[in-house]
């Protein structure tokens, strides 16, 4: 019997990971879509370990007691496992959000020497980390006048201010890193949601040099739905340049 509570176990923990990466889309919240076939693999794994352990159990005849020790008991460690099985299975904690981001500084952007022309769509979608580089690296000032779009996070500030985050991962959850971008202008919007931002940058110090402020003066304020990259610093998705 306490065999088959082993074999159960490894079954349950088996079901929970197919859950989150097989059968809904919740392991995106932690893992890259990268990961994805990793996490499907040990999950299918572990569903057969169980299943084979149960069937050799079942075949095999029991010799519990036979030295006077019960070789056959589930080790108490082991139900250390029954909680995050049951938590994949009925409850998936949140994704990251403006919790982690507001609890972070803002990732180095990578130096630049060079910057490529921008193209003359307006609004011109970027990523949260190229319009930093540009407003603090680019000596040509190639923001100026210009009206860009971009996707984040509402992350608040304590002074009743807020940023647009990007959360970006490499691996998973633990590795998680934000790149954020002061918003002016407007009410501010609901922590955690998605929005997209239409404006212009916000002057302070010189274009160009470490001196000014990776900040927009808001135009518009749209929210929108969790994008599927949601972990990477990507461009708005096609949908969310109709809005």
Known sequence: MKRLLQAGLLVLCGLG??????FTDLCLRYVKESMRPLLIASGVVLVLLGVASALLDRRQPHEEGHHGHDHSRLPRVAWLLLLPALSLLCYAPPALGAYTASRQPAKPVAERQTFDPLPHTSPLPMTLSDFTSR???DRGQSLRGRTILMTGIVTPHGDGGWD??????????????SVKVRIYGGDVPRANGWVTVTGTWHPGGTLGTRSAPVALDALTVEQVARPVNGYQDALPLPSALTR
């Not at 990971?17 to 097989?22: A, F, K, T």
């Not at 647009?164 to 998680?176: G, M, Q, V």
């Open 164 to 177: 647009l985050t990007r959360i970006i991962i490499n691996c998973c959850a633990a590795d998680a890193q």
């Open 17 to 22: 990971l197919l859950n989150v990466s097989l």
């Open 135 to 137: 407003v603090q690296q």
